[in-house]
């Protein structure tokens, strides 16, 4: 519901408002497919597609000295500018883009090969997606990233400082239980999430399923630790729950 402008706001934020700092900075755009267009034609009523906000990021990405709201929020002809010139900041836009098909074409005749060009995304391929042409011709580079691995998913996981597993622990840690992983386990839930085709997102709601039944018996048993094993992924057995020990 803001003017594109806010996301200058940020980085002059994190430059302390130093305006030639900033304007040397990086920008990431995340989730840039959600602003493709859904249909060939321009839309010339209410902007469901996106297409209006590609549009208004236009002059922002090619660099112009934009004027932005000094606390954020709609542009108000009452209230303080700050203007800052985009040409020398870095813009990455990355997106999931979800069913984006690759021009791999092939070419008619027998033994024909393909050429290995053929199976590389050209800006074409985003302009079909929904990405306006003007925009796609200020964005020139087109970088592909590889998939997170069944290592990367176990990392997130677990090394991060606010990792999911982690969380958890704190969680239990609430009602003086503590909670453990087997490694194998973490492999397996990597696994499930490759298989979902869910990625890092989908690691939350995997372990959500595992430990939701037991993080609401706890409060109400005596119990000291809790191990999530790889039987708790596979069979979808509840996680073994150890009694706390009784002191005579």
Request: net charge negative.
């Amino acid at each position: 519901g803001e003017d594109v402008e806010n996301i200058l706001l940020r980085l002059i934020e994190d430059a302390d408002y130093d305006i030639e700092k900033a304007q040397r900075g990086i920008i990431y755009i995340d989730e840039f497919d959600k602003i493709a267009r859904k249909s060939e034609s321009p839309s010339i009523t209410r902007d469901v597609s996106g297409e209006g906000v590609q549009n208004a990021l236009l002059k922002i990405l090619e660099g112009t000295v934009a004027n932005v709201p000094a606390h954020g929020g709609r542009k108000d002809p009452y209230r303080d500018y700050i203007q800052i010139d985009t040409k020398d900041i870095l813009f990455i836009c990355g997106g999931a883009f979800s069913g984006l098909k690759k021009n791999n074409t092939k070419p008619i005749g027998f033994e024909r090969k393909v050429e290995e060009k053929d199976d590389k995304l050209t800006p074409q391929d985003f302009i079909r997606y929904g990405i306006i042409p003007e925009c796609m011709g200020r964005l020139q580079v087109i970088v592909e990233l590889d998939e997170l691995t069944r290592d990367d998913l176990v990392r997130i996981l677990t090394e991060p400082v606010n990792a999911i597993t982690k969380q958890y622990q704190k969680l239990f840690e609430l009602d003086g239980v503590k909670l453990e992983f087997e490694k194998e386990a973490l492999f397996l839930i990597a696994d499930e999430a490759i298989k979902r085709s869910t990625g890092a997102r989908g690691l939350r709601s995997i372990l959500e399923e595992i430990l939701l039944d037991t993080m609401f018996e706890i409060p109400s048993r005596k119990y000291e630790k809790c191990l999530v094993t790889s039987g708790s992924v596979l069979k979808k057995s509840k996680p073994l729950m150890y009694p706390k020990k009784q002191v005579v």
